[in-house]
Every structure is written in structure tokens, then in C-alpha cells.
């Protein structure tokens, strides 16, 4: 079958869908939770289409997969309010809990997501076009992180269990929570990478209001039950609508303490600037990047493109840890460019749930239009599309586009397209390629690919003090997740790991003492009694 026979039949009809994917009847969710308990919205509504559309008699026809909450600024300050309240300037039963009785509320949580798994991936398949086992991936992952995070906070508790003697000043140093945290997460990770501030924000004893990504918002549906019953009221609190009418008002109230963002710098900033006392506001931000990655001439090609293929490829390119542009150089480029082609014409085009397909449609209205505006202006200034079919659309379906070569005058080789096109820049000197990453406003990752230890070290000499996360010979990513997770310039603020997190979200407090007999007695007094949660030597298993 050709390509264009299989673009024309890409979209199913509606019987053609295996039972076990059918979306199902609308969702028309009025429920959010403020305060321990599921309300009832009773305002306007935002319809939710899938990218995925269904051929009919009459041709392509959108998906309506429900509707969720329109919420204004005061329903959504009831929820800030919520949060403010349990935490209570510090005293609530939250922040001030031991730790062993926050895991609990955690590990409760786990397990009744985990009942969720079928129903939330269904979601992430229909409200984000993410393929079956990328969907049941995520899912997984996200739960691997809560246990990871579990057991990270108790071997730091652990190590905070001891008492310190210095200079004759005897102290217990612990973590302890910072205020009211505001979560929003990326539409293409709606439940990992919003669960991975999500989390480590309430076990450490903050207080949360979390917006779900403006994609993947029903697939948070399914988990609202879970976090009324698991965690006390306020604690955790979820809201609806439109960032600009909501957001807003939260950040303005000055009631943020934390603030969690995953998104683009320029929605960050002109958030940031909204708060009254920025001084006072922790933000942990995982922003923009236009991550290169570089092949060199003396390299194992066949390496080379399959890295650059998942880099860039992978989720339609839709990741903050993509391969947005690919500096090959003149010796090999030619090479290079007919095995990443041939790779290409191997990926499958279709809906999530088929067996083995990698390319889908995409989740944003207007993407398409806006990605063969790139491809255009690229075009038009010299550059040709080198594969076949590519920047071929049909729905929200775009097939991707090798664009070769790509010069600095295109708009492609500075923005990050967050979707299937692939820049191609050809270089001779490797002062071009470390210019362009100097001179970048972003500084999240970059890949690099080579065999000669000269030129490698190099340019890891030369990136070293530009990105978060140089990767040899392997696509940028973010796990595992053990390992730090961060940016410098626009590309983030923080870092992110499962122990980083922890840190993030809490800040150490020191009680310390003269150490003499009758401060030693009065330690021993406390501890033995049990009255304090935060003076405490007890050692969670």
C-alpha cells in the first residue's frame, strides 16, 4: 500500500474500532474537588475533541469525548482557599503530620489509581493521540515514580532521624514543607510530568490547587475519587478552565507559595510577574528547548539514525526532550539523510490503538496549519522537504518533514516546532554548531553523536556550562529518573528528579542546642514522650 493510500484510509469508522478502544459516550464532567469533597459545576462548559476523527457517509467527523468545567476566578479561589486552610500557615494536620503517616495517604492513593489504569489510558489514547503502549507506558512509569518517591523520602528521613554534634551545638536538621503549591502540567505528559511536582509537593507536606493540562484534562477524571479519599480536606484541591481567567487570580492573590509549572517560558513569566511578592514564590519550571543534536563525520551512522529518528519522532515530536534540529556534517550528511529517510518511510501512521504504529494525529487545533507554515517558509528560502509524502496532511494528521538544508534565515532553525518536522542543517567548522548553542536562548539538552574522542570531548568541554544534559550517542531524554532533570536560560528553573523533587518542594530547618545536660534531658524528654513531629528519632522501614 502507498503512502497515500494509507493517509486517505489513516481514520476509522466507528464500527472498524475494537471494543475494548471505543471512547465510549461523552463525558460531561461537572465534578471538581475543593476541600474533601466532588462539586458540582454548574456554569459553562469547554467541549473536548480527539484529534482522532471517524470517517462517515458524509466524510471526517470530530470526536466529542465530553466537556469538562469553565470554572471563573472565584470558584477558583475557593479552591486556593481550600489549600490555605489546610495548610494553615503551617499548623494544619498536613504540613505538620509525620512522614511514615503522609506515605500512608500516598500509598492509598497509589493503589486506587492504580484501578484506574484501563480508564486513563483509554483517555490518553483519544484526548492526546498518544499510541496504546506509549499511553500504558506513561501510566506505569508515573506509578514507578510514586513508588520511587516513597522510598526516596523515607531513606531521607532516615538520614535526618540522627541528631548532629558540632562545636559543641547539638542539632536534628529535617525537611519540612513550604507553603500552597500551584500544579499545572504539559499536555504531552498530562499524568506523568504533572504527577512528578504533583507528588513530591504533597508528600513533603505542602498543600495543593492543581489545573489539569489543557489536553489529557478528562483523563484526570477518573483519579478524582481517588484523591478525595485518600487525602484529608484541602490538602489536595483540583480545579477547571481557562489558565488566563483562573490562573491569573491565583497567582495575583499573592496565596502561592510553590509554583509548579511545566509549559512555555513566556506563559511562566507573565505568570511569575502576577505574584506580589515574587521574592517569596519557589518555582520549579520545566520550559522550551530546541534541542540539537550533532553528527559527526567520524561516527556509526546506523547508531546515529536510529537515536535521531526516536529523538525526534517519537509522540510526533511532541516532547520538551526532542530532537528539534540536527547539525550533520558535509562528509556525511548525504549518507545520513538517505538511511533516516528510509528509517522514516518504516515508521506506521495511525490511530493509538493499532498494533505497532508510531506516527498519529495530533492534539492541537491549528498545529497542522502551523507546522506547513514552517515547512513554507523553509521551502521558500531554499530548503526542500527530502522525504516522501513529507508535510502531507489530512485531520490533524501531518506526516513528517525532512526539511534539508536548513539555514539560519528559516524560522524552523530557531523555533521549537513541538511537532514532526525535522530540520537539517549541513556544517563544515564545529564553531558553527557551538555558536548556535552559545548563542540559543535555551539550554535543556543536546545529543551528540561521534566516535573521535578529540572532537567529543570537545564539545562536551564546550556545552558543559550551556545545558542541563549532554547526551553521547543516545537521544535526549528525560529518565532515568533517578538522574537530575533541569535546564539553564529559558528551558527551566529547578531541578527535577526523584530525590531532587523532594528538595524542591521543602526547605531544611534546623532545632539545635547547647549541648548540656539539662538541654540533652530535655531532647531525651520529647523524643521519649512523642511531642513533637518534628523532634523525633523514629526510623521508617
Same mark, same amino acid.
Given at each position: 500500500m502507498t503512502l497515500q493510500n494509507r493517509l486517505d484510509n489513516l481514520y476509522p469508522r466507528a464500527d472498524e474500532i475494537p471494543e475494548p478502544f471505543r471512547a465510549g459516550p461523552a463525558i460531561e464532567q461537572r465534578d471538581y474537588l475543593v476541600n474533601g469533597e466532588l462539586h458540582q459545576w454548574h456554569g459553562p462548559l469547554a467541549p473536548v475533541l480527539s484529534p482522532v476523527s471517524l470517517q462517515t457517509d458524509t466524510g471526517l467527523e470530530s470526536v466529542v469525548l465530553g466537556s469538562t468545567p469553565l470554572m471563573d476566578a472565584?470558584?477558583?479561589?475557593? &479552591?486556593?482557599?481550600?489549600? #490555605?486552610?489546610?495548610?494553615?500557615?503551617?499548623?494544619?494536620?498536613?504540613?505538620?503530620?509525620?512522614?511514615?503517616? !503522609?506515605?500512608?495517604?500516598?500509598e492509598t492513593f497509589l493503589k486506587l489509581m492504580r484501578e484506574q489504569r484501563d480508564a486513563v489510558v483509554t483517555l490518553l489514547m483519544w484526548e492526546i493521540g498518544k499510541n496504546l503502549k506509549d499511553s500504558q507506558k506513561e501510566f506505569d512509569r508515573t506509578c514507578d515514580y510514586i513508588v520511587d518517591t516513597i522510598n526516596a523520602l523515607k531513606e531521607l528521613d532516615r538520614r535526618s532521624s540522627r541528631f548532629e554534634l558540632e562545636q559543641d551545638t547539638l542539632g536534628?536538621?529535617? !525537611?519540612?514543607?513550604?507553603?500552597?503549591?500551584?500544579?499545572?502540567?504539559?499536555?504531552?505528559?498530562?499524568?506523568?510530568?504533572?504527577?512528578?511536582?504533583?507528588?513530591?509537593?504533597?508528600?513533603?507536606?505542602?498543600?495543593? #490547587?492543581?489545573?489539569?493540562?489543557?489536553?489529557?484534562?478528562?483523563?484526570?477524571?477518573?483519579?478524582?475519587? %481517588?484523591? !478525595?479519599?485518600? +487525602?484529608?480536606?484541602?490538602v489536595i484541591n483540583v480545579i477547571y478552565g481557562s489558565g488566563r481567567e483562573t490562573v491569573s487570580a491565583l497567582?495575583?492573590?499573592?496565596?502561592?507559595? =510553590?509554583?509548579?509549572?511545566?509549559?512555555?517560558?513566556?506563559?511562566?513569566?507573565?505568570?511569575?510577574?502576577?505574584?506580589?511578592?515574587?521574592?517569596?514564590?519557589?518555582?520549579?519550571?520545566?520550559?522550551?528547548?530546541?534541542?540539537?543534536?550533532?553528527?559527526?563525520?567520524?561516527?556509526?551512522?546506523?547508531? %546515529? #539514525?536510529?537515536? &535521531?529518528?526516536?529523538?525526534?519522532?517519537?509522540?510526533?515530536?511532541?516532547?520538551?526532550?526532542?530532537?528539534?534540529?540536527?547539525?550533520?556534517h558535509e562528509n556525511v550528511v548525504g549518507s545520513f539523510l538517505e538511511k533516516f529517510e528510509e528509517k522514516l518511510a518504516q515508521l506506521k501512521p495511525g490511530m493509538p490503538w493499532e498494533p505497532g504504529v508510531s506516527l498519529t494525529p495530533l492534539p492541537e487545533p491549528g498545529k497542522t496549519e502551523y507546522l506547513q507554515g514552517l515547512v513554507d517558509d523553509a521551502v521558500g528560502k531554499g530548503a526542500k522537504v527530502v522525504n516522501?509524502?513529507?508535510?502531507?496532511?489530512?485531520?490533524?494528521?501531518?506526516?513528517?518533514? =525532512?526539511?534539508?538544508?536548513?539555514?539560519?534565515?528559516?524560522?524552523?532553525?530557531?523555533?521549537?516546532? +513541538?511537532?514532526?518536522?525535522?530540520?537539517v542543517v549541513a556544517y563544515r567548522d564545529l564553531e558553527t554548531v557551538i555558536e548556535y548553542v552559545l548563542d540559543s536562548?535555551?539550554?535543556?539538552?543536546?545529543?551528540? +553523536?561521534?566516535?573521535?574522542?578529540?572532537?567529543?570531548?570537545?564539545? #562536551?568541554?564546550?556545552?558543559?556550562?550551556? =545545558?542541563?544534559?549532554?547526551?553521547?550517542?543516545?537521544?535526549?531524554?528525560?529518565?532515568?529518573?533517578?538522574?537530575?532533570?533541569?535546564?539553564?536560560?529559558?528551558?527551566?528553573?529547578?531541578?527535577?528528579?526523584?530525590?531532587?523533587?523532594?528538595?524542591?518542594?521543602?526547605?531544611?530547618?534546623? =532545632?539545635?542546642?547547647?549541648?548540656?545536660?539539662?538541654?540533652k534531658a530535655l531532647i531525651s524528654d520529647i523524643i521519649h514522650n512523642r511531642e513533637s513531629t518534628f523532634l523525633t528519632t523514629d526510623y521508617i522501614f
Amino acid at each position: 500500500m502507498t503512502l497515500q493510500n494509507r493517509l486517505d484510509n489513516l481514520y476509522p469508522r466507528a464500527d472498524e474500532i475494537p471494543e475494548p478502544f471505543r471512547a465510549g459516550p461523552a463525558i460531561e464532567q461537572r465534578d471538581y474537588l475543593v476541600n474533601g469533597e466532588l462539586h458540582q459545576w454548574h456554569g459553562p462548559l469547554a467541549p473536548v475533541l480527539s484529534p482522532v476523527s471517524l470517517q462517515t457517509d458524509t466524510g471526517l467527523e470530530s470526536v466529542v469525548l465530553g466537556s469538562t468545567p469553565l470554572m471563573d476566578a472565584d470558584t477558583a479561589m475557593t &479552591a486556593l482557599d481550600a489549600a #490555605v486552610k489546610a495548610y494553615d500557615r503551617g499548623q494544619g494536620a498536613w504540613p505538620t503530620m509525620r512522614v511514615a503517616d !503522609r506515605i500512608h495517604h500516598v500509598e492509598t492513593f497509589l493503589k486506587l489509581m492504580r484501578e484506574q489504569r484501563d480508564a486513563v489510558v483509554t483517555l490518553l489514547m483519544w484526548e492526546i493521540g498518544k499510541n496504546l503502549k506509549d499511553s500504558q507506558k506513561e501510566f506505569d512509569r508515573t506509578c514507578d515514580y510514586i513508588v520511587d518517591t516513597i522510598n526516596a523520602l523515607k531513606e531521607l528521613d532516615r538520614r535526618s532521624s540522627r541528631f548532629e554534634l558540632e562545636q559543641d551545638t547539638l542539632g536534628q536538621i529535617r !525537611r519540612v514543607p513550604l507553603g500552597v503549591t500551584l500544579c499545572m502540567g504539559p499536555y504531552n505528559y498530562p499524568l506523568n510530568e504533572t504527577f512528578t511536582t504533583l507528588i513530591p509537593a504533597l508528600i513533603m507536606g505542602n498543600t495543593v #490547587v492543581f489545573k489539569p493540562a489543557k489536553f489529557g484534562v478528562l483523563l484526570i477524571r477518573p483519579l478524582l475519587e %481517588a484523591f !478525595r479519599d485518600s +487525602f484529608p480536606a484541602g490538602v489536595i484541591n483540583v480545579i477547571y478552565g481557562s489558565g488566563r481567567e483562573t490562573v491569573s487570580a491565583l497567582m495575583a492573590s499573592g496565596k502561592i507559595d =510553590v509554583f509548579a509549572f511545566i509549559g512555555t517560558n513566556k506563559a511562566a513569566s507573565a505568570l511569575k510577574k502576577l505574584h506580589p511578592k515574587p521574592h517569596r514564590l519557589r518555582a520549579a519550571l520545566g520550559l522550551d528547548a530546541k534541542n540539537p543534536g550533532i553528527v559527526l563525520p567520524d561516527v556509526n551512522l546506523d547508531n %546515529a #539514525v536510529t537515536e &535521531a529518528i526516536t529523538g525526534s519522532l517519537s509522540f510526533n515530536g511532541q516532547r520538551c526532550t526532542a530532537l528539534k534540529i540536527l547539525f550533520v556534517h558535509e562528509n556525511v550528511v548525504g549518507s545520513f539523510l538517505e538511511k533516516f529517510e528510509e528509517k522514516l518511510a518504516q515508521l506506521k501512521p495511525g490511530m493509538p490503538w493499532e498494533p505497532g504504529v508510531s506516527l498519529t494525529p495530533l492534539p492541537e487545533p491549528g498545529k497542522t496549519e502551523y507546522l506547513q507554515g514552517l515547512v513554507d517558509d523553509a521551502v521558500g528560502k531554499g530548503a526542500k522537504v527530502v522525504n516522501e509524502g513529507g508535510g502531507t496532511t489530512h485531520g490533524q494528521f501531518f506526516y513528517p518533514a =525532512v526539511l534539508y538544508p536548513v539555514t539560519p534565515d528559516m524560522r524552523v532553525y530557531h523555533e521549537e516546532q +513541538f511537532g514532526p518536522v525535522v530540520p537539517v542543517v549541513a556544517y563544515r567548522d564545529l564553531e558553527t554548531v557551538i555558536e548556535y548553542v552559545l548563542d540559543s536562548d535555551f539550554g535543556q539538552q543536546l545529543s551528540i +553523536f561521534g566516535n573521535d574522542s578529540k572532537q567529543v570531548g570537545r564539545l #562536551v568541554d564546550a556545552f558543559a556550562n550551556q =545545558v542541563g544534559r549532554i547526551n553521547i550517542n543516545a537521544q535526549c531524554q528525560r529518565g532515568p529518573d533517578s538522574f537530575p532533570f533541569n535546564g539553564r536560560k529559558n528551558s527551566a528553573e529547578g531541578t527535577l528528579s526523584v530525590h531532587d523533587a523532594l528538595r524542591v518542594f521543602s526547605i531544611r530547618t534546623l =532545632v539545635a542546642t547547647k549541648f548540656q545536660e539539662s538541654n540533652k534531658a530535655l531532647i531525651s524528654d520529647i523524643i521519649h514522650n512523642r511531642e513533637s513531629t518534628f523532634l523525633t528519632t523514629d526510623y521508617i522501614f
